[in-house]
Structure formats: structure tokens, C-alpha cells
């Protein structure tokens, strides 16, 4: 009967592929009833491979005496195979013939460990379910009284949410709920903190979320060497993850070398060691991982370029690391309970430090349940372009226009980590690109070809640029031009025929390439990519297009949903402003003028090999020291004590009888600053030669720091808007934060003039005071 049906065909030649392994032809032991219990499981078992033990539950709850009896039916047909493959194992390498067919009873390995692990799960379901039905007659549906307390004004309506979908997760049913009101107070209460505690439970252990265990003491982190460990980490099966290995490999002297210096630097004082968890969502099937399959095609390679390095950084400061790349792997990594991700986590964050990216984010989102807001402090996402914070806060984000697909997670805005310092609202964590030394910077200089240039772009669809053949013609009159485009089988159409084509070239190739170039011109897109760094680096001038109007999220295709309002004027920002000439030539291609005579202007003009200190190894792995050991977002903030106007200074100071609160950057290298109508202040720190400082926004957030720079205000406000704290000159009207989410270095009015905290910086690394290693 089971032969003779579709499902049971199915289900038939499934058993026999799962056992075609063991050549197994098996008398007597019910082999039909073995497939039907097996497959009969299979909505309430998995088991991916044959060595994954036993079988992990992720059932649909079964009804009450239902369930016992089918539990009791598969236990019993677990007991008849056991006892008839008992007797079988006694007939050992033995052989039959029954019917004229030759019959071999081989024992398989590890078949009867199978099931009897399988029979040890049943029976311990079947005790559960026992549990829980037990528990159900004991209480009766409906006896427990849902509270009305003030305390817990969300009780009533999570109970009715309950009772309408408790069997939406397994999870509910893994933490005892059984459809009772009793159940889902119990649950409400000591696993979620929605309702109060039930004056009749056994309160002697702490409701779930609130377990306090004792912490672990401290570990202290040595630097790492050897990155061995750590390409085993990474694993393999993709070509993005080959690629990674790759980078990690060709930079390890480096970091060897980079991590001996910052040791020295650091004087080898004390250095928590941190548990880290890094789950690199957009590489995820879940996710679709798009990246992987373009690695050989000339696809972006910038976040994986960015990934690799924090990696590598992390392990060479010495941490605890853990890798995921699924999202199986971050769920058994977390220990979130059997289900679709409804429940909270039971006991505390296993980590100390979660590095992951918006795919991550989102998935963590699906998977940790509640525990998501509790844990949030502990993330870092790692985001190209950055979010500032008018988008980050989610409700005013939707109220004000702000609202898209990415933001809106309500983070500390430091806790993005950007690949440039785009602005101060993030913590910059950036890449490294490769470092010279004396003798290769001599050997580049000697080998330099005067009139060879690169184009930067390895997709033929880089190459569509309006007019893109008026400036090209200009410069293949001056120079012979290379081109590194990705094809297949025949030179791509949209590369001019004047161009000599390498096709996409490995790493090591395009270092050689570049290292003969004088000249690196960009299209205009990719916007902000590592090739750049990477060219000057092995001393091209890189040569850039100029926007006017500048590219945002307003006008233009590329930025529309991400989450600032950042205006891009050239290809690459940083290159612009922090590199600059000679390195660095910004201008308008439409000027045919202008283009012929930057040309001619970068073929006398002779420069070094230049990379800037913060993308070196030994720039990065400060920047994520100091990172790890000082920004402590679970911690929560105080407000700074007074100030007192400084002497001949628009600024301000502590007064001497205050003692300086803890904080980190050090309030020491605070300047307040106030800035123009309609200037953020990014703005008016960068034009006094300092940086915007978010943290210590709190410290200028007051009364006193506008009486302290004699600002008028005939009122004082404290509202909700991202470019508070500021003053309107022309109304006298003050305002000051009331949402510390909202605290924003990118934020400017045309209406009023912003209080802007700045702060000093280390030469070549910007995102760290003078004193942030201390």
C-alpha cells in the first residue's frame, strides 16, 4: 500500500538512498516500518548529515492525548527494531537463501546508535509532554486571573496575543506553554518581563532574564603572530572566502610586524581580552549572497577587502573569536532556542562584542527575539557609507522624512563602523592597504613609466560614462592607457580600442601594474573604494572626477535610501580632502581645458609612494584597540559637570574646583566650538582644525555651556531634533536635546547656529585624540 502511492514511492527510495551507504538488505527487521518511521519523523526531526546527532526537534506542538499516543506508538516500534537488529547482530557475516535470492545481513555502523539516540529523544518528549499535560489538569484552562497592574501596563494585551498565537513558534512550547492562561502568565513572567510574578510559583531562581551569573574573571589579550588559527576559522567552499584567505596571507607579514610596534607602543600594559562573535551577513545564503560569485567577474570586493582586515585585527589583538557565516551558525553560537527566533535567549550574551553588518543585523533581528533590544549595546555594524543619526532614530526617522530600507535600528550612532571617515557621528574603522618599504619606494620611483595611466574600473558597465570619449581622447593623446575590465570570451564594447585591456587581473598582477602607472583615473564610480588608497600607495596620482552639484541621497540614483544625507563632491571624498595634491587631482572632466591641463600637470609633477598612517596595519589595529577597550555603549551616560569661559577664548573649560568626569575620548581634548548658520559641525570643527566629537555632545547639552559662550536665549527649550543643542540669533530662542540617540555631528539648520564639541586628533588618525592610547 505504501509502494503504491506517490508520497510512499518517494518515501521508499529515500530510505534506500539513505541506506545504499551501508549495501544493506535487511531480513526480518520490518524495513518498510523503519522508512515509514523515519520519514514520519521527518517533519518533527532533521538530520542534515549522517553524522549530525541525533535528530534536532523543531516540531509543530501536538495536541494533548494525541501526542502521548503517538509518542507511545513510535516508542514501541523503536523497541521491536532494537530487539530485531539485536537478533540479527548475533547472525554475523552470515548468508541465506530464501527464494533463490541471496540475502546479506551486514551490520551498518552506527545504525543502531542512531536510533537509539532517536528513542532516548522520543522518550524524553514523552516525559515532557507528560509534563506538561499534567501540569495543564493541575492548573485548568483559565484558572489563573490575568493581572491588572500598572507596573505592567502590556500584560492584558500580550496575554490575548498568546492565546490567538502561541503556536506560531515551537519555542513557546519548549519553555512549557500549553494553550492554558496559567502557561502564558508563567512564560509572560519569567521568560519575558511583560507581566508581574505569580504569587504561587517557586521564585527561589530569578526569572530568566534577569540571571545574574557570576562573571568569569578577566582574561588579558596577547598579541597574535601567527594567523594560522584564524584562516582556519574562516573556512572554505566560497570563492569569497578564498579571496579573503588570500588577502589575509599576503598581509600577514605586516601585521606581524604592525602588531610587535603597537605592543612596544603600548608598553605592554593590561588589555582585556574581549569574546567576539563576527557574523558576515551579507556573505549568508540566507542573505543571497550576491558578493561570491562575483569575485571572479570583477564584482565589488571593497566590504570583502574591509571584512578580511577586521578579522585579521581582531585575532591579532589578541580576542576570543568566533566566525559565523550562516545562520545556523549564529544561532547555535548565541543559543537561541529551538524555533522561528520569537523567544528571547535564556541566559546572558555569550559575547562580549558582536561585529556584523545590516544582513546580520536584520537576521539577528528574526532570531534573538526580545533579546535583541536587551543586547544591542554589545553590536558594531560594519556599514560602507554610514548612518547618521536622524535616520537611525526610528520614530523620528518615520515622522520626519527620514525613514529608509537600512536605518532605523536606534543605536548609538558610534556603533556604526564606517570604511572612510565620512563622519564623525561613526566610529571610523576602515581597511589597510598594502606598505612599502624603502627599497620597493626606490624601485617604483626608478620604474615609473612618465605617460602610462590605469583606469579605475574592472566592469564593462564603468565604463558607460557620458562623454566619457571627449576625455579619454584627451588623455590616450598623452598617455597610453590600460585598463583592467572583466570579460569572459570578447573584449567588452564599451572599452574604447585605444585602450590595452589585461582583463581582471589577480592582486599581486594589478600591485605590478599599478607599481609602472604614473596616472589612476576614475570614472566617477565606484564611489569610495579601496583602489584608490591602493594606487597612490604604490605612487600613482590618482586622478578624480569633481560633482557639481555634489551626489546625496536627494539627487542622485546611487545613495537614494541610504541612510545620510552626506553630499559626495568627488568620486572619492577622502582622497580629496585628507590626501589631497599632489597625490590627489580633483577635477571638472566636463572642462576640457581643465582636464588637458591636469594632465600635463601630473606628467611633470615626480611623487613618492604615499599611504596615509590610519590604513596602515599598525593605523588600524590602534584604531580597534582603542575601540574595544574604551567604547562601552551598555554602560549608561551621566551628564559632565560646569563650565567657565576660558581666557581671550570663544571656548570653554572645567572649572578648576571640578574634577573632569571619566570619559573616553578624554574631556581634555574638548573644544566647544559654535558654528555658523546652516553649518554642521562637521563644518565648523573642520574649519578650526579639529574634529566633531558625538560623545561629548552630553558635556555641552546645558544651560551653562550657552551662558558660558554669552548666547541671548529668552527661552530655553528641551526638544527632540538633530541639530540640538543650537540657538536661533534672531529669535533668542535656545534649544536643547532631549533624545541622546539624536546627538548629531552632520546635523545643520539654516535657521540657527549649532554648540559643536570638538576635539584634537593624532596626526594620520583621525578618529583618535592625542591622548585616546593613553
Request: aromatic share 10%.
Amino acid at each position: 500500500m505504501i509502494t503504491g502511492s506517490t508520497d510512499g514511492k518517494i518515501m521508499v527510495r529515500r530510505c534506500l538512498v539513505t541506506f545504499k551507504p551501508f549495501r544493506i538488505f535487511v531480513v526480518g527487521i520490518g524495513f518498510f516500518s523503519l522508512c515509514f518511521l523515519m520519514t514520519s519523523l521527518g517533519g518533527q526531526f532533521s538530520a542534515k548529515r549522517l553524522g549530525d546527532s541525533p535528530f534536532t526537534i523543531r516540531t509543530e506542538v501536538l495536541g494533548g492525548v494525541e501526542s502521548r499516543g503517538v509518542l507511545r506508538k513510535i516508542s514501541d516500534m523503536l523497541e521491536v527494531i532494537l530487539k530485531r537488529m539485536d537478533s540479527l547482530s548475533k547472525l554475523d557475516n552470515t548468508s541465506t537463501t530464501d527464494g533463490g535470492s541471496l540475502i546479506f545481513v551486514i551490520q551498518p555502523a552506527g545504525l543502531v546508535e542512531r536510533i537509539q539516540a532517536i528513542a532516548q529523544n522520543v522518550s524524553n518528549m514523552a516525559i515532557r509532554v507528560e509534563q506538561i499535560l499534567q501540569n495543564s489538569m493541575v492548573q485548568g484552562r483559565g484558572t489563573c486571573e490575568v493581572p491588572r497592574d500598572p507596573r505592567f501596563p502590556e500584560c492584558p494585551g500580550k496575554v490575548d496575543w498568546m492565546r490567538a498565537r502561541w503556536t506560531s513558534d515551537p519555542c513557546y512550547a519548549f519553555y512549557g506553554v500549553d494553550g492554558s492562561d496559567c502557561s502564558f502568565l508563567i512564560y509572560l513572567s519569567e521568560v519575558e518581563w511583560f507581566c508581574p510574578p505569580l504569587s504561587w510559583r517557586n521564585h527561589s531562581s530569578p526569572p530568566t532574564q534577569h540571571v545574574q551569573e557570576a562573571k568569569p574573571p578577566k582574561r588579558q589579550a596577547a598579541f597574535r603572530t601567527d594567523l594560522t588559527v584564524l584562516l582556519d576559522q574562516v573556512g572554505t567552499g566560497k570563492e569569497s572566502l578564498s579571496f579573503m584567505k588570500r588577502r589575509i596571507r599576503r598581509l600577514a607579514q605586516q601585521w606581524a610586524t604592525a602588531a610587535n610596534r603597537l605592543d612596544a607602543k603600548l608598553e605592554q600594559r593590561w588589555r582585556d581580552q574581549k569574546k567576539i562573535l563576527v557574523h558576515v551577513g551579507f556573505l549568508t545564503e540566507e542573505s543571497g549572497d550576491v558578493f561570491s560569485p562575483k569575485v571572479l567577474k570583477g564584482g565589488p570586493l571593497g566590504e570583502m577587502v574591509q571584512w578580511a582586515d577586521i578579522l585579521t585585527a581582531l585575532h591579532v589583538l589578541g580576542h576570543n573569536l568566533k566566525i559565523s557565516m550562516s545562520v545556523k551558525e549564529l544561532q547555535g553560537f548565541l543559543g537561541v532556542p529551538p524555533g522561528r527566533g520569537s523567544c528571547p535567549l535564556t541566559g546572558p550574551l555569550p559575547f562580549d562584542l558582536i561585529y556584523t553588518d545590516y544582513h546580520g543585523l536584520q537576521q539577528m533581528k528574526q532570531h534573538m527575539g526580545l533579546s535583541l533590544k536587551k543586547h544591542k549595546c554589545h553590536i558594531r555594524v560594519i556599514d560602507t557609507f554610514g548612518t547618521e543619526p536622524a535616520y537611525n532614530h526610528e520614530e523620528y526617522a518615520t515622522l520626519h522624512g527620514y525613514r529608509t530600507n537600512w536605518g532605523y535600528w536606534n543605536l548609538n550612532a558610534r556603533q556604526y563602523m564606517t570604511m572612510f571617515p565620512h563622519t564623525p557621528d561613526n566610529s571610523f574603522m576602515g581597511f589597510v592597504s598594502e606598505e612599502l618599504n624603502e627599497t620597493e619606494k626606490r624601485s617604483i620611483q626608478q620604474n615609473k613609466v612618465n605617460n602610462m595611466a590605469v583606469v579605475y574600473g574592472k566592469e564593462a558597465s564603468m565604463w558607460k560614462v557620458q562623454g566619457k570619449e571627449g576625455f579619454l581622447q584627451i588623455l590616450h593623446r598623452y598617455m597610453e592607457v590600460h585598463g583592467t575590465v572583466y570579460y569572459e570570451t570578447q573584449r567588452p564594447p564599451e572599452v574604447p580600442a585605444f585602450v590595452k585591456n589585461h582583463g581582471l587581473l589577480p592582486q599581486h598582477e594589478l600591485q605590478q601594474l599599478l607599481r609602472k602607472a604614473k596616472l589612476f583615473i576614475g570614472f566617477g564610480f565606484p564611489y569610495e573604494g579601496p583602489a584608490p588608497l591602493e594606487a597612490i600607495a604604490n605612487g600613482c596620482i590618482f586622478l578624480q572626477p569633481k560633482f557639481n552639484p555634489p551626489h546625496s541621497s536627494l539627487n542622485h540614483e546611487f545613495f537614494r535610501g541610504k541612510p545620510t544625507s552626506r553630499e559626495v563632491s568627488s568620486q572619492h571624498p577622502y582622497a580629496e580632502q585628507y590626501i589631497g595634491r599632489p597625490h590627489v587631482m580633483t577635477v571638472d572632466y566636463n572642462n576640457s581645458l581643465e582636464f588637458d591641463s591636469a594632465i600635463r600637470e601630473i606628467m611633470r609633477t615626480k611623487v613618492e609612494p604615499y599611504l596615509p598612517y590610519e590604513y596602515t596595519c599598525e593605523g588600524m589595529l590602534e584604531r580597534v584597540h582603542s575601540y574595544i577597550q574604551h567604547q562601552d555603549f551598555c554602560a549608561p551616560e551621566v551628564a559632565g559637570p560646569l563650565f567657565v569661559p576660558l581666557s581671550n577664548s570663544t571656548s570653554l573649560g572645567w572649572a578648576t574646583n571640578v574634577t573632569a568626569p571619566s570619559a573616553w575620548p578624554p574631556l581634555s581634548s574638548l573644544r566647544l566650538l559654535v558654528s555658523q548658520e546652516g553649518q554642521s559641525c562637521v563644518e565648523a570643527c573642520q574649519s578650526a582644525g579639529f574634529i566633531c566629537e558625538p560623545a561629548h555632545f552630553r558635556f555641552i547639552n546645558n544651560k551653562e555651556a550657552l551662558h558660558g559662550l554669552e548666547v541671548q536665549c529668552e527661552v530655553v527649550d528641551s526638544e527632540i531634533n538633530h541639530i540640538l543643542p543650537a540657538f536661533s540669533v534672531v529669535r533668542r530662542e535656545c534649544g536643547l536635546q532631549r533624545e541622546p540617540l539624536l546627538f548629531s555631528c552632520a546635523g545643520h539648520s539654516p535657521k540657527y547656529r549649532r554648540l559643536c564639541p570638538c576635539r584634537d586628533f593624532r596626526r594620520g588618525q583621525v578618529a583618535l585624540c592625542k591622548d585616546c592610547l593613553q
